[in-house]
């Protein structure tokens, strides 16, 4: 029995209903937030989308380390990686983050 493709649309509700936060990252800016990821930082969506980079999401001491898994994606030395880091919410505190990361290219 053969099945029909999710449509877009269906990709779409699933992202944005997902009880986890899920992003998208080019040029180390977020290009794609869900309502989660923004509500785990403590941020709008809108707000969270004009930030002009990752790093005031994340705790001093990661920025490198984040900076460099996502370098290594973008130049497909890797597809995917698995690692902690500290985020940092707009009051201030901190919260541990399992990031699941996995390249991919939207429009070149």
Known sequence: ????????????TIVERSLVGV?????????????????????SR??????PSVLPLLR???HDRVAE?????VS?????????VHGLRKNGTTIVMDIRSVRG????
């Open 23 to 43: 992003y998208a990252i080019q040029d180390m800016r977020l290009v794609y937030a869900n309502d989660k990821f923004a509500q785990l930082f403590g941020y």
């Open 69 to 73: 898994t996502i370098r290594q994606r």
């Open 60 to 62: 001093a001491d990661d």
């Open 105 to 108: 290219m939207h429009n070149g």
């Open 1 to 12: 029995m053969s099945q029909e493709p999710l449509a877009l649309e269906t990709y779409r």
């Open 46 to 51: 809108d707000e969270i989308m004009r930030l």
């Open 76 to 84: 497909g030395e890797i597809e995917h990686i698995e690692y902690t």
